[in-house]
């Protein structure tokens, strides 16, 4: 059965030179900061250690996604523009009022010990699907939907967002995670280039719990002209295990709190079962 999406993201990496057929992304990647063996702060940084300091928050009104969010299922090439007009381009209205807002940033949490070390093959945004895979992923699909945005609320072109988290039964797709049966069917991480207004989506699972730490999916999003990747991790709001969660709990300001909770829904309209996580990146 053929992934159902298709991102270009994958062909606008460097590391996949010539093979990307739209001139007019930007050569954006994460792999100039988290190269193998290159020592920095955030990759060093242990799951459990005291994040970074949170980038300086912003006082202001939170952007709302706009809902129901009814996407077409589209060809995987074009997933970044369809999350663009998800997310903005029927609600032009919203979106500018939202636009005008001043959102508050996203703050920034570690990177933790799994960063993947390996982004050959299959490294799109449909994590649910792995090439070559008998069984989809295990866990319940979600699709993560947000935006890319500015202090101001504007959309950021040509930034390049990665995620990575565990799978089903808690185990990353990393040589150092702990010995365990990791569900060949999930990729594990995943990459796509935002849309025109900063939109992004992925197909992933419902983040699960592994020992110690609450659900979470990593986040890095790269934006031309910034010398350093935003790294975050997103939660799930009202999961239990928040409240015990280590790296959840650093965040002492409530509004940094909420920016990084997303609000899971049934989501049936994009895909029977599925569930749709919005959270919007904003960059400070
Ligand atoms: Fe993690």
């Given at each position: 059965?053929?992934?159902?999406?298709?991102?270009?993201?994958?062909?606008?990496?460097?590391?996949?030179?010539?093979?990307?057929?739209?001139?007019?992304?930007?050569?954006?990647?994460?792999?100039?900061?988290?190269?193998?063996?290159?020592?920095?702060?955030?990759?060093?940084?242990?799951?459990?250690?005291?994040?970074?300091?949170?980038?300086?928050?912003?006082?202001?009104?939170?952007?709302?996604?706009?809902?129901?969010?009814?996407?077409?299922?589209?060809?995987?090439?074009?997933?970044?523009?369809?999350?663009?007009?998800?997310?903005?381009?029927?609600?032009?209205?919203?979106?500018?009022?939202?636009?005008?807002?001043?959102?508050?940033?996203?703050?920034?949490?570690?990177?933790?010990?799994?960063?993947?070390?390996?982004?050959?093959?299959?490294?799109?945004?449909?994590?649910?699907?792995?090439?070559?895979?008998?069984?989809?992923?295990?866990?319940?699909?979600?699709?993560?939907?947000?935006?890319?945005?500015?202090?101001?609320?504007?959309?950021?072109?040509?930034?390049?967002?990665?995620?990575?988290?565990?799978?089903?039964?808690?185990?990353?797709?990393?040589?150092?995670?702990?010995?365990?049966?990791?569900?060949?069917?999930?990729?594990?991480?995943g990459r796509a280039a935002v849309?025109?207004?900063?939109?992004?989506?992925?197909?992933?699972?419902?983040?699960?719990?592994?020992?110690?730490?609450?659900?979470?999916?990593?986040?890095?999003?790269?934006?031309?002209?910034?010398?350093?990747?935003?790294?975050?991790?997103?939660?799930?709001?009202?999961?239990?295990?928040?409240?015990?969660?280590?790296q959840f709990n650093a965040l002492?300001?409530?509004?940094?709190?909420?920016?990084?909770?997303?609000?899971?829904?049934?989501?049936?309209?994009?895909?029977?079962?599925?569930?749709?996580?919005?959270?919007?990146?904003?960059?400070?």
């Open positions: 059965m053929p992934k159902p999406f298709r991102s270009h993201a994958c062909s606008a990496l460097p590391d996949a030179p010539g093979r990307c057929g739209n001139r007019s992304l930007p050569r954006v990647t994460l792999a100039g900061w988290f190269r193998p063996g290159e020592a920095h702060t955030l990759r060093s940084a242990p799951e459990g250690a005291v994040p970074e300091p949170p980038a300086n928050a912003t006082a202001g009104k939170e952007v709302k996604m706009p809902f129901p969010i009814t996407p077409r299922l589209v060809g995987r090439r074009t997933l970044g523009m369809a999350a663009a007009s998800l997310t903005l381009g029927r609600v032009s209205g919203p979106a500018t009022a939202q636009q005008s807002a001043t959102p508050p940033a996203t703050p920034r949490q570690t990177t933790g010990p799994f960063y993947p070390v390996d982004w050959s093959g299959d490294a799109d945004a449909d994590l649910v699907r792995v090439a070559g895979a008998e069984a989809q992923a295990l866990g319940a699909v979600t699709h993560l939907r947000g935006r890319v945005l500015d202090a101001r609320g504007r959309p950021v072109e040509g930034a390049l967002v990665e995620i990575w988290q565990c799978d089903a039964n808690g185990l990353y797709r990393h040589p150092n995670d702990r010995p365990g049966t990791r569900d060949a069917g999930f990729q594990g991480r849309g025109p207004d900063g939109g992004f989506a992925f197909r992933t699972i419902r983040p699960v719990a592994y020992p110690g730490r609450t659900p979470h999916i990593h986040v890095a999003v790269a934006t031309p002209g910034r010398s350093q990747p935003l790294v975050t991790q997103l939660y799930v709001e009202g999961e239990p295990l928040n409240e015990r969660d280590r002492r300001d409530p509004r940094e709190r909420e920016a990084v909770l997303m609000r899971l829904q049934p989501a049936d309209r994009i895909e029977p079962g599925a569930l749709l996580a919005t959270r919007d990146i904003v960059l400070g």
